[in-house]
């Protein structure tokens, strides 16, 4: 390209720096959230190796002699006996408050050659070792609500077992004899290296998806920018047309003038995303943050976004200035857009049909098809494409429909603009659409989280207050119900009730429980029995029973000669009570699982999954709401300058400015509320799709208030942008765009 | 077909001057414009007509001296002296407009164009497309109404621009270089039914124009030259 011809494209007004630091910015800003986007992926891809060795899960401790046909047992289960190369390891659930605590019992010989990760040696029994987080938060809690769980204290498990900086591990020695009473301890020989990636893999999928996100409102806000260059400079270009410019040298000089200030911006973007990447790592994903020295985004990665993000903006550049053709006598396609058809929904049926087919392998593939990321990353940003590709056609109609009822001037001048220019009157607003649907994406997401708030206490289900743990075989129900009367001891604690059965449960059992017909209205039954003893299905205990369970007569009239088989702790609701509670039942030495509550399905479940997300999906939506409420701003100034001379000889023929303002606000407002509806309808469409793939039965709900804030942000911005192009009304409409010379 | 009031000036100018940073465009000009004329004015490029017009309108206020406007039956006004609004106002009802070119909302059809200072003054639309509708038709565009400037020629256009100006009925109608952008037989057919239209109305019109033929159809012309009236006088009939 010609030097002088560049310069001229480059140096032409003083506008023009300022629309190139316009796209800067915005390019700055993309690149540095794509950035932190890929280090947040990265982070998670580390966190869920350095935690893998927590999958690991053992073999059977026992054999069970076969008979002859090499099918059938023979005979009872025999314990395989621990040998240097082998250790016992348990599982028990352990909660805190409403925090899951990697909890892991080990059981060794003291020649055990086995490694265990961050600690190397196993501990001895009664001593554990636990996380830097566990460890403060053991200290600055009454020990009967968690250190008492634990034993003495051994040491701090390395990062390098460790899933995060606030990761809650605990690995605890206890004896062989008592790791075999449980129901759930395996035998290891080595702890698996390998992720199961499937925390990262959902993660990397919603972080592409956010990527996807930041970068549409950043190619938007070019091709504004560049429409807005072109309307700048018509006459300029018109010019340099007439005297042999091809519409090929005019589009290379848009992409060359967009190109430059978008490697600068895109530079400028790398290192924020270096100096923002601390505080960024500080954001809990999941319920922890990563490591920050996970965190990273790499260099090849960050050569590979420059190139990647400058080549988009300066080809949208050189689209846009190509359609706006300016000719040898200026403007003289500008005008004929093609008539927006009903195709136009093509990408967005296509979208959805993607994600719903993803939704649909999802469920029915559990163990987790390899389409299902794709077909519904694919399919978002195909719904996001179809959202912005769909609204010149509803936007149109609306107008149609609008120029038939306008009454007033303002409405007539906007409703025929809007309908002759359906396309290029949405673009505009487009970026706020875009962050709207987005914003809804989220918070239909988000709101997953809040349809698991905590159980409300109901007849025939275990209250919410109450915690139980199932009583390991070979105990007498005395020193069981002497076990209760210390428990009924602890602050906090209203009531322990032993429930009877005629042999062991094991969890899951179907079986009927038997309890003094008097204690129960403390479990929260209502029922009045005349008998003596009552029972009730074990269903009852289950988190997520959520049919009432019946109190029925027992068919025995005393529970001597029964057996104890659960603890059921009632307290006082406080968080401080159930957390003893707890710790008194997994220290009882008489209990075979962990302390329960209904409460711990929502903390052992995937309830932090979206939530973790949440906070940087609103850091996102808010930057693509201001980066589209700039774009908004630039479109509407582009679209003043594209008429001034007509509407400053309205001015002059005594229409007033105001109405000129009102004709600007409602081409903005019409576009946007037209999609709007359809854009938030869709956000929650998609939320859904996302939820039944990925939430394990979750889903959504009415959002949050944050969502709402989020909403009228975007339209109060949206009101700010236009509203800052008042002053653009008044001076380029002025008499001196009129003249005819 | 209206006569002539010269007994008392529509338009009467004293003393107006006016600039832009250093260039004076209109250095103390006097001129009177009667109820019911078409006055030319005439001059070269840059010679001030237009910023002349512009003052007579009231779109810009004078450096120094006064405009004043005397509807029929009606005392003086100061234009001048009326604030933006007011001036605005005034534009809207008394006064029409025609441009050289581009002039037409693009978007618009030619009746919603036409249509839009009905619009502005408070007419129900359902009123104004059909008083429009009827300007149209006696400007021979009855089957261009629905049409986009885009689709209309030159001439078709500048007749809708001239609908547009009359629709409100207005006292005075100024028009800068009407015809400035047509072929002259087009520019002679518009300028035809434009004064037809105005002198049946009896429309006081203000021509700018540099042609002397457009000038010819005018009741009286005033040449400017550097910002001064350098003759004046009376075409004839």
Redesign the interface.
Same mark, same amino acid.
């Given at each position: 390209m010609n030097p002088a011809v560049l310069k001229m494209a480059l140096l032409g007004s003083r506008s023009s720096w300022g629309r190139m630091a316009g796209i800067g910015g915005g390019v700055a800003i993309g690149v540095c959230l794509v950035l932190l986007l890929w280090s947040a992926a990265n982070g998670l891809a580390q966190r869920d190796a350095r935690g893998a060795w927590l999958r690991e899960m053992g073999q059977t401790p026992v054999t069970v002699p076969l008979a002859a046909d090499g099918l059938t047992a023979n005979g009872r289960p025999e314990p395989i006996p621990l040998a240097p190369d082998k250790i016992l390891l348990g599982f028990p659930g352990d909660i805190f408050r409403d925090q899951l605590i990697n909890h892991r019992d080990i059981a060794a010989l003291p020649t055990t050659t086995v490694k265990i990760p961050g600690i190397g040696a196993p501990p001895a029994p009664g001593q554990y070792y636990a996380s830097p987080a566990l460890q403060r938060l053991i200290e600055s809690t009454p020990a009967e609500e968690l250190g008492d769980r634990y034993g003495q204290f051994a040491g701090v498990i390395d990062d390098s077992a460790l899933p995060g900086p606030d990761a809650l591990v605990v690995i605890t020695g206890v004896s062989e004899a008592q790791l075999r009473q449980g129901p759930a301890a395996m035998l290891v020989t080595d702890f698996t290296p390998n992720p199961y990636g499937e925390s990262a893999s959902l993660y990397r999928t919603a972080l592409m998806v956010g990527g996807i996100a930041v970068l549409f409102p950043v190619l938007l806000l070019v091709s504004i920018a560049t429409g807005l260059g072109a309307a700048q400079r018509r006459e300029r270009f018109a010019t340099l047309r007439l005297i042999g410019a091809s519409p090929r040298l005019i589009s290379g000089m848009a992409a060359v003038e967009t190109a430059i200030p978008s490697l600068a911006g895109a530079l400028l973007g790398v290192v924020l995303a270096v100096v923002f990447r601390p505080a960024a790592a500080q954001v809990p994903v999941d319920g922890t943050r990563v490591f920050l020295a996970d965190f990273t985004f790499g260099a090849g990665f960050a050569g590979t976004a420059v190139v990647l993000v400058v080549a988009a903006c300066a080809l949208v550049a050189a689209r846009r200035n190509a359609r706006t053709g300016i000719g040898p006598l200026g403007v003289t396609r500008a005008?004929?857009e093609k008539t927006p058809t009903l195709w136009r929904a093509g990408p967005l049926l296509a979208g959805l049909a993607g994600m719903a087919f993803g939704a649909v392998l999802a469920k029915v593939d559990t163990d987790g098809n390899p389409w299902t990321s794709p077909l519904l990353i694919g399919g978002f940003a195909l719904t996001a494409v179809g959202v912005v590709t769909v609204g010149p056609w509803l936007t149109r109609m609306v107008s149609t429909i609008g120029l038939h009822r306008?009454?007033?001037?303002a409405a007539?001048?906007a409703a025929? &603009?809007i &309908?002759?220019?359906p396309v290029a009157t949405f673009r505009s607003v487009s970026g706020l659409v875009i962050a709207a649907f987005m914003v809804s994406v989220f918070a239909g997401g988000v709101s997953a989280i809040e349809t698991i708030d905590a159980p409300e206490a109901r007849p025939g289900l275990l209250l919410p207050t109450s915690v139980y743990a199932l009583v390991a075989p070979g105990f007498t129900p005395g020193h069981v119900s002497s076990v209760a009367q210390n428990i009924q001891e602890v602050a906090g604690i209203r009531d322990v009730t032993v429930g009877y059965a005629r042999a062991a449960l094991g969890r899951g059992e179907d079986m009927d429980i038997y309890i003094p017909a008097e204690d129960a209205p403390s479990l929260g039954f209502r029922e009045t029995l005349a008998e003596q003893v009552a029972a009730f299905d074990t269903s009852f205990l289950n988190s997520w029973t959520t049919t009432p369970v019946a109190l029925t007569a027992a068919p025995v009239h005393s529970l001597a000669g029964l057996a104890p088989v659960v603890l059921v702790v009632g307290t006082d609701g406080t968080a401080e009570a159930l957390d003893r509670a707890r710790t008194a039942l997994n220290t009882s030495g008489v209990t075979a699982t962990p302390a329960t509550s209904r409460a711990d399905l929502a903390t052992m479940g995937s309830t932090r999954l979206i939530q973790g997300l949440s906070a940087l999906a609103y850091l996102g939506v808010f930057v693509a709401v201001v980066i589209a409420g700039i774009s908004l701003a630039a479109s509407t100034a582009a679209a003043i300058l594209d &008429?001034k &001379?007509?509407l400053g000889?309205?001015?002059?023929?005594?229409?007033?400015v105001a109405?000129l303002r009102r004709v600007i606000v409602r081409e903005a407002a019409v576009p946007l509320l037209a999609v709007l509806l359809l854009s938030v309808g869709l956000g929650f469409l998609v939320a859904w799709l996302m939820i039944i793939s990925f939430g394990r039965g979750r889903t959504i709900t009415w959002p949050g208030p944050e969502y709402y804030a989020a909403l009228s942000l975007s339209l109060l911005l949206a009101l700010a942008a236009v509203a800052a192009t008042f002053g653009l009304v008044r001076s380029n409409t002025a008499?001196t765009a009129?003249?005819?010379? | 077909m209206s006569t002539i009031d010269t007994t008392s000036p529509i338009l009467s100018a004293r003393g107006v001057h006016h600039g832009f940073g250093q260039t004076e465009a209109l250095r103390g000009i006097d001129v009177d414009v009667h109820a019911g004329e078409v006055l030319a004015v005439m001059g070269p490029s840059g010679s001030g007509k237009s910023t002349l017009l512009h003052c007579l309108a009231g779109i810009l206020a004078p450096i120094r001296g006064t405009v004043a406007y005397a509807p029929r039956g009606q005392a003086p006004v100061n234009i001048s002296g009326l604030g933006e609004a007011e001036r605005s106002r005034l534009r809207l009802t008394d006064f029409g407009f025609v441009f050289q070119f581009g002039q037409l909302l693009p978007e618009l059809t030619a009746l919603d164009n036409v249509s839009l200072p009905l619009l502005l003054g408070g007419t129900k639309r359902a009123e104004a497309r059909q008083r429009s509708k009827e300007l149209l038709e006696r400007l021979g565009l009855d089957g261009f109404t629905a049409k986009l400037p885009g689709e209309l020629s030159g001439g078709q256009a500048q007749r809708v621009a001239i609908a547009r100006a009359l629709v409100t009925a207005p006292a005075v109608l100024f028009a800068d270089e009407p015809t400035g952008s047509l072929d002259s037989l087009a520019a002679e057919n518009v300028l035809t039914l434009m004064l037809d239209l105005v002198r049946e109305a009896g429309t006081t019109v203000v021509l700018i124009t540099h042609d002397a033929r457009t000038a010819a159809y005018a009741d009286r012309e005033i040449i400017v030259l550097d910002g001064s009236i350098s003759a004046g006088h009376r075409v004839a009939a």
């Open positions: 005008m004929h306008a009454r007033s001037a007539v001048i025929s &603009r &309908r002759q220019t &008429r &001379r007509v000889l309205m001015r002059l023929m005594g229409m007033p109405v008499i009129t003249r005819s010379e | -």
